[in-house]
């Protein structure tokens, strides 16, 4: 099963220079996924939020490249949120775990690596629903 402990901190490499830092990502090196597609959030309003789904099989890894805000992680029985604020340090959220960014600085640019493509079939977008696919899940283990 899942769990909100899969969802780990990721230090990326960070050249500092007096010139200006310099933080590059690596396919498969610098994160636990080949990565297939990148977007960016940006001028999102301090109240609200973005996410608050879950994935059936796509990883992904969130970056605060400017600003911060949190990003809040449920395993179905457990939540916590992580506040993002570094470009060189990215989340890695795995398959199946509920998460939404929340709490939006003014001016935050959040940057998303997925392992795949765009496919709306992947989504989890209804908490209920995901709340009986985890519970699903849980019985098949036992």
């Known amino acids: 099963m899942p769990a909100i402990s899969d969802c780990k901190l990721y230090e990326l490499p960070k050249i500092t220079d007096p010139r200006g830092n310099l933080t590059f990502i690596e396919s498969d090196k610098h994160v636990p996924f080949a990565i297939q597609r990148v977007f960016y959030l940006y001028d999102v309003p301090t109240e609200e939020s973005r996410g608050a789904h879950a994935h059936h099989t796509l990883n ?20 916590t949120r992580i506040h993002l604020n570094r470009p060189w340090k990215g989340l890695h959220v795995p398959p199946l775990i509920w998460a939404a960014e929340v709490n939006f600085d003014p001016g935050s640019v959040a940057l998303i690596l997925a392992s795949d493509m765009y496919n709306e079939a992947d989504y989890i977008r209804d908490y209920d629903d995901y709340l009986a696919l985890m519970k699903d899940l849980a019985s098949k283990q036992d």
């Open 60 to 79: 992904q890894l969130i970056i605060c490249l400017s600003g911060s805000f949190d990003v809040e992680v449920d395993d179905g029985k457990n939540r």
